[in-house]
């Protein structure tokens, strides 16, 4: 194989790797990158191979190495010995350039398999004004009537709608409304979580 040819082979490789294991591109294959990439090579070589480009791949990606990180890692890598234990040059070439372009998605990936709860992609509010008359409707609605409608107030609420998602999934929204009272004890809420993170941080 030529040197051109190699390095395209192992980047389609390793590229396939990533798509399989941290993509979740369950249609990507073992047998489909080899019989794509690799067809002259034994089944058993090429399994040394796939293996070693995905432990390497995953070893870079647990400890999510920066560009110093993976320098020392793969240096470090290529100076091993015996059969089939170190790396050549081009396939830490190869997989520099593969952490380049892929990091941010792979830690991102990551992140998202971790999480059990849903995740929160987005949040976009505003201010509206609510007046009595659509006050009287919201209490009535609810089966609270005139003394409800009374007890509302016609001022400003805050309506909050969040994203919410899980990997792979579609996003749900969830809308909330605040009137001054809550908001005001959001923001404090907040200002007493920022005081203990700032105190921890301060004492350690």
Known sequence: MADAEAAKALSGLLNGIAQKVYYNKTEITEELLKNELYPDMSQEDFRVLHDKMRGLLKSIATADMDQA???????????????????????????????????????????????????????????????????????????GGESAAA??????????????????QDSEFVCLEFDEAKVNMVLKKMADIQQSIDSFVHRT
Not at 125 to 140: E, G, M, S
Not at 151 to 168: D, H, I, K, N, Y
Request: glycine share 12%; charged share 20%; no cysteine.
């Open 69 to 143: 990180q993976l320098e020392a890692f793969l240096t470090a890598q290529t100076k091993r010995h015996g059969a089939g234990a170190g790396l050549t040059t081009d396939q830490a070439s190869a997989l520099t350039r593969l952490w380049k372009t892929h990091r941010a998605r792979v830690r991102e990936s990551l992140l998202g398999q971790s999480r059990w709860e849903p995740g929160l992609r987005g949040v976009s509010w505003r201010v509206d004004i609510q007046t009595h008359t659509a006050a009287a409707q919201n209490a009535a609605q609810n089966g």
């Open 151 to 168: 007890q509302t107030s016609g001022g400003p609420v805050a309506l909050m709608e969040l994203e919410l998602g899980r990997t792979g």
